[in-house]
């Protein structure tokens, strides 16, 4: 919501916007010339034409009932931001995790190249040369945004270029089911332009299942499909990730274009990458895979994603204090857990890795608990709070406590409710040489700083938190 607003502002359209709490993303608000509120009130719509929701705005809310009272335009997030792409050569990032990344990286690089592009990303970007924000409103022909499927509403677009990082099953309280989750991404699929393209990965079921489905039909309208990951049978073919000085290197191996005369070689380019982890890689060629399409040549797409230092709560360093490295990351689904350990794991050396969970949505919770369980196993200590019921209501039936009670032997977990008790928790069982991480997509990324105060006030080194 608030990259829109900023890019509302940005097209000299009068923007006015309310929040229920004060928070990071305002004071940019205020700075970019938009009307900001804290707390709903309808006197707040005031001689508003157009009032734009989220999905987590209730009916209820007293700025919607002033809205539908006086008979204004009310439009979804997703229709405002597809108003927003419909002259541009739209980029649309899909996927139950990796998409706020993987949209970063083709942003950022494009910036690099001078391509002077537009993006709305649920995160800020960061570069080399500092925080890009996240929103732009860009003078070039491309348009990169984040295409949200929790809701379905990443079907307001109409893309150049769609990427889908994976079709693992989220947000069944919306969708019911496996099959009507997958079929969503088909029919997301189905609304690229023609002679547009697809990138798929090839290394997840779904994916690979969307690319047997939507192959035919699109090369039918013209639609290029590519696919990218370890397996075999991918397009662009993804290698080992090593460590280099302060780079993460991979190779990209890509088959030549159809286009291409018979018996050419294959194209090779190596990409340094400022951010760790395997999961990373593989967004990384997503990203190369679209630069393609969008006119960047192989190397010079490679040298743009050497520009991306991440993004705001994706592995994020929150600083040191000592001995101990407090990091920030958005990881809210079992896969984006398992994948931020092992990349913890890859950076903690020999430390030992502590994490805070904070879970998102009792649905998820409920849905997932095991899966949340078995990843935390990567770790050596873990604190799980009171669920984060963000646009759900309140079930008592659903706490923390369904993932620690199944967390294997070889990781301590505890279920502490309260958010402050649980950074103290942390904290206290830290010592020198550690990683902590604060995880979840609610509230807890406001835990980093307790838990820094924590340790510069004496806090950690408890030996009955150990690993056993």
Not at 289 to 301: F, M, N, S, Y
Request: charged share 20%.
């Amino acid at each position: 919501m608030s990259a829109i607003a900023a890019l509302l502002a940005a097209r000299g359209v009068p923007t006015s916007g309310s929040d229920a709490h004060d928070g990071p993303a305002l004071p940019g608000l205020r700075a970019a010339g938009v009307e900001v509120h804290v707390g709903h009130d309808p006197t707040h719509v005031g001689r508003a034409r157009t009032v734009v929701v989220s999905s987590a705005v209730r009916e209820s809310n007293p700025e919607l009932v002033r809205a539908r009272e006086q008979g204004l335009r009310v439009l979804h997030r997703s229709q405002a931001l597809a108003a927003l792409m419909s002259d541009r050569d739209a980029v649309a990032v899909a996927g139950a995790h990796g998409k706020t990344t993987t949209s970063a990286m083709i942003a950022t690089a494009l910036v690099a190249q001078g391509a002077d592009p537009s993006f709305a990303i649920g995160g800020s970007v960061l570069s080399q040369d500092g925080p890009l924000g996240g929103s732009r409103d860009g003078q070039g022909s491309v348009f990169v945004a984040e295409a949200d499927e929790s809701d379905g509403s990443f079907l307001a677009y109409e893309p150049l270029v769609a990427v889908v990082t994976n079709v693992e099953p989220d947000h069944l309280d919306h969708y019911g089911t496996r099959e009507a989750f997958e079929e969503a991404f088909v029919q997301f699929a189905g609304r690229l332009r023609p002679g547009g393209l697809l990138v798929a990965c090839a290394d997840d079921d779904g994916a690979r299942r969307l690319v047997e489905r939507v192959r035919e039909p699109l090369a039918a309208r013209g639609v290029e499909v590519v696919t990218y990951g370890r397996s075999a049978d991918a397009d662009v073919a993804v290698g080992d990730l090593r460590p280099e000085g302060d780079r993460w290197v991979v190779t990209l191996t890509a088959r030549p274009e159809p286009t291409a005369p018979a018996g050419a070689a294959p194209t090779v380019v190596t990409v340094r990458l400022a951010v760790p982890g395997e999961h990373n890689a593989l967004d990384a060629a997503a990203a190369w895979a679209a630069l393609r399409r969008l006119g960047v040549a192989p190397q010079a797409a490679a040298a743009g994603l050497e520009s991306f230092v991440g993004t705001g709560r994706r592995f994020e360093d929150r600083g040191t204090v000592a001995g101990v490295r407090v990091v920030d990351d958005y990881a809210h689904h079992p896969t984006e857990v398992a994948a931020l350990l092992r990349a913890a794991r890859s950076v903690a050396g020999e430390g030992r890795v502590l994490v805070l969970f904070q879970p998102h949505l009792f649905s998820r919770t409920r849905t997932f608990a095991q899966e949340f369980a078995e990843a935390f196993a990567l770790a050596d200590v873990v604190v799980v709070t009171d669920v984060y019921a963000a646009r759900e209501d309140p079930d008592p039936q659903v706490t923390g406590a369904l993932i620690t009670d199944r967390v294997p032997a070889g990781t301590v977990a505890s279920f502490v409710p309260g958010r402050l008790e649980a950074a103290r928790a942390v904290a206290t069982a830290a010592r020198a040489g550690d990683l902590v991480l604060t995880v979840g997509a609610g509230d807890v990324t406001e835990l980093g700083p307790v838990v820094l105060e924590l340790l510069a006030a004496g806090a950690g080194g408890d030996p009955g938190l150990d690993r056993p």
